[in-house]
């Protein structure tokens, strides 16, 4: 009897998931263990393995968004007949038919005649290619169940000259849907807006922080060495001295952490994510830009896993690149802490009676407070700064 393959569980708290891309195809043989087919999580794409050794027989979902369970393949004895369930979707037919109106509609994709309630039948993957490069989808014949577009078929027509993109009727409003990292991002920082916060800043001169990251890099010329990557290893040391900072707030209880794990804030193409350096206390300096190149080359990538994202205990978010002198970041719940650092900026200070040009930073740290208390807060700050001004005592 054929094996079901239904959609996994990738992380706690996944109910859905949105299938991107087959690596198999009907009739391949596929052995256990082996990538079958691509998700989209609500933080993540990854690859799927399968579970089973045989031949795919049968696509229940070539592509679309379906709740974490529901069959989507069936794998078996070559030439053995597959019977979907009656209560599930036809087998040639994706979840996504089968509720239409749970589907943004773009401006490419409102007048047609190939589905019985007027709209083009397309997939997500097509509809959203198909929009980024100017393509009407009323025009493209489908290879997929139904006629139904696909992404391949979108992918192979030239997009019309940015001349007629320009040509859009001016207030027309255009309509992008979410994405599932876009939703995540929406519905945590809503959780975390009813968290009761304060905030904390303090301001820390970069003289030494700065020559010993220069330093660094000299001694590491294969990993570029980064403001970022030493105050990874500063707030570390210091989650060490302060472990009731090192919390997450779970409803009724504290899970204070042995170890530190410092996400780091980055802004990749699908959006804002915050993959997570586990026990930077551990790492040497070298070693937690190592770690933190390779998070954010694969988060720029699309290519972070379930497990990147896991048992953060603190987050540092950087805007400094920007020009950003200063700003309040929201803490990444359940986390109980979130650093926000902005620019490093010439500015005069008094010493000794005279006055001289400093480089200066400014931090500003956002607290749950039902996690940590102000002195709490305050004290672990205060640690920060001392080993930012002085790295060596971190180090």
Not at 162 to 187: C, D, F, M
Not at 197 to 216: C, G, H, I, Y
Not at 363 to 390: N, Y
Request: include cysteine.
């Amino acid at each position: 009897m054929a094996s079901e393959v239904k959609l996994p569980r990738l992380g706690q708290g996944m109910e859905s998931g949105t299938v991107r891309k087959w690596l198999k195809s009907e009739g391949d043989t596929v052995e256990k263990g082996e990538p079958l087919f691509e998700v989209d999580t609500d933080k993540v794409t990854q690859e799927v393995e399968s579970d089973f050794s045989g031949v795919l027989l049968k696509i229940a979902l070539q592509e679309g968004e379906a709740p974490v369970g529901q069959t989507i393949a069936y794998i078996g004895e070559a030439g053995e007949e597959v019977a979907a369930p009656a209560a599930a979707p036809a087998a040639d037919t994706p979840r996504a038919e089968a509720a239409p109106q749970a589907e943004p509609v773009s401006d490419t994709s409102k007048v047609s005649d190939t589905s019985s309630n007027g709209r083009v039948k397309a997939s997500p993957l097509a509809r959203r290619l198909a929009r980024e490069r100017g393509i009407d989808l009323a025009s493209l014949q489908g290879t997929g169940p139904e006629g139904r577009i696909i992404a391949k078929d979108v992918e192979g027509v030239q997009a019309r000259p940015a001349a007629a993109a320009a040509a859009v009727p001016s207030g027309e409003v255009e309509q992008v849907p979410l994405t599932s990292i876009r939703k995540t991002i929406a519905r945590r920082l809503t959780a975390a807006w009813e968290a009761p916060v304060f905030q904390l800043t303090v301001t820390a001169d970069m003289t030494r922080t700065n020559d010993l990251v220069t330093r660094a890099r000299e001694l590491n010329p294969d990993v570029r060495i980064t403001v970022t990557d030493l105050l990874a290893k500063v707030c570390a040391q210091a989650l060490m001295r302060h472990r009731d900072v090192n919390v997450q707030y779970a409803d009724d209880v504290l899970l204070r952490f042995p170890t530190a794990n410092v996400g780091i804030a980055v802004a990749a193409p699908q959006g804002l994510v915050v993959p997570v350096l586990r026990s930077v206390e551990r790492l040497s300096l070298a070693e937690v830009a190592a770690a933190r190149t390779d998070s954010v080359g694969r988060a720029r990538e699309s290519k972070l896993t379930q497990q990147d994202f896991e048992d953060g205990t603190f987050t540092i978010s950087n805007l400094g690149m920007f020009g950003i002198e200063q700003f309040v970041a929201v803490i990444n719940p359940p986390q109980a802490a979130i650093l926000a650092v902005g620019a490093t900026v010439d500015t005069p200070v008094a010493r000794d009676g005279a006055v001289e040009i400093r480089p200066i930073l400014t931090m500003t740290l956002t607290v749950d407070h039902r996690a940590v208390d102000g002195a709490e807060g305050a004290d672990f700050l205060r640690t920060v700064k001392q080993f930012v001004e002085d790295p060596a005592l971190a180090l």
